[in-house]
């Protein structure tokens, strides 16, 4: 396991001990996969957002409504996110509602591509219910279930699968090409200075 997901294990075996499931989550995942550098490091948890609470003392809930708590230990900064499903999305951008969920597999169904919908547990076991690590190996962004949905519940996706083909030259799955087409109009919604920022990363 890479150090910098090795760093953050005091989190996930804090969560377990207390007897709640604890995931690495996303890009780290994907990252550590791919044998390139760690950027940022999510964790994804069965506990409910109170239980972090009460398990890290020193915390602030930063994005409590959509489940994610900062917690501090030993002077670093972690976001923990409880399991959660989304729907009702709003302006082509955000969830109106979020359900929190038990199962680490509903929860990576509501993320954006198979290659960040995978998680890794402290012992470095993978659950990948999508395919990711195979489209990993063929060097393919492609997006989880079906791409007209992902793409309209959040137009700033198809900003994220071009920045992501490119970045880590992949090719885009003819699926979610033609899906991308469709819909681009729908990025009229979105600001220009998130789809600049996405413009930047790419």
């Known amino acids: 396991m890479e150090m910098k997901l090795k760093e953050v294990l005091p989190v996930l075996r804090r969560l377990a001990d207390a007897g709640y499931q604890a995931w690495f989550v996303g890009g780290c995942v994907r990252d550590a996969l791919l044998g390139r550098p760690i950027g940022d ?32 230990l030993d002077g670093r900064a972690y976001e923990v996110t409880t399991f959660r499903t989304e729907s009702a999305y709003e ?17 990576l169904g509501r993320r954006d591509f198979t290659v960040n919908a995978m998680a890794m547990g402290a012992d470095g076991r993978i659950v990948d219910p999508f395919g990711g690590s195979g489209d990993l190996k063929r060097g393919v962004i492609r997006c989880v279930g079906d791409p007209d949905e992902r793409f309209r519940e959040d137009a700033l996706r198809m900003v994220r699968a071009v920045r992501f083909a490119a970045e880590l030259r992949f ?7 033609r899906a991308l087409r469709r819909n681009a109009g729908l990025l009229r919604h979105i600001a220009l200075e998130r789809v600049g920022a996405g413009l930047d990363k790419m």
Not at 92 to 106: C, L, Q, T, Y
Not at 171 to 177: D, F, I, K, M
Request: aromatic share 8%; hydrophobic share 40%; charged share 30%.
């Open 91 to 107: 302006n082509f951008r955000r969830p109106a509602e979020v359900g929190f969920v038990d199962d680490i597999r509903d929860d």
């Open 171 to 177: 090719r885009l799955a003819p699926s979610t090409w």
């Open 41 to 72: 490091v999510d964790i994804a948890t069965s506990a409910r957002p109170d239980k972090v609470m009460e398990l890290f003392p020193k915390h602030v809930p930063t994005g409590i409504r959509h489940g994610t708590v900062t917690v501090f």
